[in-house]
């Protein structure tokens, strides 16, 4: 029942979950079709986010700037849906909402979204891969490495992310709520008990909910979505 839920904490990932696109992909997209291509043909080659980086010094050597970068990032996909669902849920006046973003994104990227949405103060933390601006106007990201077996990617266990999160936030929250759709969300939500998943349609996490959640044990309410116009119904029902 909602009127038993007092503090509650609300997860996102950012591309293809908050987002209707993936960052690192979109802005290569917009500004140099062929370092995108260049990146499909590399990505089993080189470390995703070690190509990002690459990518992004050669988009910088040609001469992009950070005005070009944040144009393409901001006309971004980002579904008015999505906007209103956040925005209604943290003004409910029951119950106290917390949001969470966890991405394997880059701080640069998500910040300017969010920014351009006006949502950026809507989120307590948002813990994704460090990035900056360098005085050139070159993007610079850079992710620590970790030792999770559950098939993260090498930069980002977002299992131990969450549990973090949690440990800095006492007391613990009465219900949790995770907003993902690639295989890298299936970590965090198999560590959960007290959690609802909004699973994102034909894509990575529900193949692996499908395929090894029974095996895994993994115990949580699950709910799937395709469009943001159903996270924003699923949210209506999240608040007094």
Known sequence: MVSDI???????????SMADQDTDRWVFEVLAPDIRRKMKSLKDEIQWTDLVAQSLEELHQRG????????????????PAMVRA?????????????FFCLSNANSVFISTILESKGLLNVFEEIITNPASFEPSGEVDPTGPQHLCKVGCSPNMCKGEELEAFLARHQPAYDRIIYIGDGANDFCPILRMRRIVVLCR???????????????????????????AWEVEEIFGELSN
């Not at 992009?64 to 579904?79: C, G, Q, S, V, W």
């Not at 943290?90 to 106290?96: D, H, I, R």
């Open 64 to 79: 992009k700037t950070k005005e070009d970068i944040e144009y393409a990032l901001r006309i971004m996909p980002f579904h």
């Open 6 to 16: 007092q503090r509650q904490l609300v997860v996102f990932d950012f591309d293809w």
């Open 86 to 98: 956040i925005s209604n849920l943290k003004n409910a006046f029951s119950p106290t909402t917390t």
């Open 201 to 227: 349609r034909f894509r990575g996490l529900e193949r692996r909910i499908a395929q090894e959640g029974e095996k895994e044990g993994l115990k949580c309410q699950v709910r799937f979505w395709a469009g």
